[in-house]
């Protein structure tokens, strides 16, 4: 016997919507999961939040209002969302379930890092920050920092350019080579004047940073502003890096640096110890 799975209603809504949408673009277009759906929908706040309404999440996902409508109560009713007025932000619900990714539990990256993060912001009295590569970009896991401290625009969760910052240099130093590939055919961003624009003087650097363990940001992120980072390296490979971050005029890069790739060591041991 032969069984036929029955569309569930938002399926089926789904897949008109998608056909319509291939019908008027001239085109046949599959349906889109629901589910990818919904991500796209909490993918908006990331760089468009922290509240959003209906036809902001509509636009910035490009689907009709009703369907954004519909996907943000669903969202509100598991608790991803929540409803403020007219607006809606991100819920408590995906906080926890951030937390519970493995970097973040208390024997993950973050958790076994801690510790030496606390050291290294009462050792420099700078900003200090735990950053992992993904991709192109530097996703920043945590930050320490002081009421005298330097201002820095930085979030955890955040992002920046790997090839302009301490931090992706370090960790790019000790990637593969299909890694620091795709930086160089991504482009170098430029966010001033001080950042790489030459790809054979950036590789140089980085084959500089892997003899030396450390790496500079010399006003390439952001004018002013400098860092020095060193790669949390397990079996030849970087899988986070650590970093120090203060204003240009104030900042000894050579002792910061033996700082800095003490407490980079001492994570890595920490990591390979935890198994």
């Known amino acids: ?86 607006l809606y932000i991100l819920g408590s619900r995906l906080f926890e379930l951030g937390n519970a990714v493995q970097m973040c539990r208390p024997d993950g990256l973050r958790g076994l890092a801690l510790p030496y993060l606390g050291e290294l912001y009462a050792g420099t009295g700078k900003v200090v920050h735990l950053a992992v590569l993904d991709g192109t970009d530097v996703v920043y896991l945590e930050k320490l920092h002081g009421l005298k401290a330097v201002a820095v625009d930085t979030v955890v969760g955040g992002r920046t350019p790997a090839a ?45 940073v892997s003899m030396e363990r450390i790496a500079h940001d010399r006003e390439e992120n952001r004018l002013g502003l400098v860092c020095t980072a060193a790669p949390i390296v397990m079996n030849g490979r970087a899988v986070g890096a650590v970093s120090v971050s203060g204003a240009a005029t104030r900042f000894d890069a050579p002792q910061v640096a033996e700082q800095v790739r003490r407490a980079a060591d001492a994570i890595s041991h920490g990591l390979r110890q935890a198994g």
């Open 1 to 86: 016997m032969t069984v036929t799975a029955v569309p569930s209603p938002m399926e089926t809504e789904d897949r008109r919507a998608a056909e319509s949408t291939g019908a008027r673009e001239g085109k046949a277009s599959p349906a889109t999961p629901s589910i990818t759906k919904a991500l796209q929908v909490l993918e908006a706040f990331r760089d468009s939040g922290p509240a959003l309404g209906v036809s902001d999440v509509a636009r910035l996902v490009g689907m009709p209002k009703s369907t954004a409508f519909r996907l943000l109560n669903h969202l509100a009713e598991s608790g991803y969302v929540e409803r403020t007025g007219r």
């Open 164 to 208: 302009c910052s301490a931090l992706g240099k370090a960790m790019l130093a000790f990637s593969d080579r299909r890694t620091i590939g795709g930086v160089l055919d991504a482009g170098l961003v430029r966010r001033t004047a001080y950042s790489h624009s030459d790809p054979a003087r950036f590789l140089a650097e980085l084959r500089w």
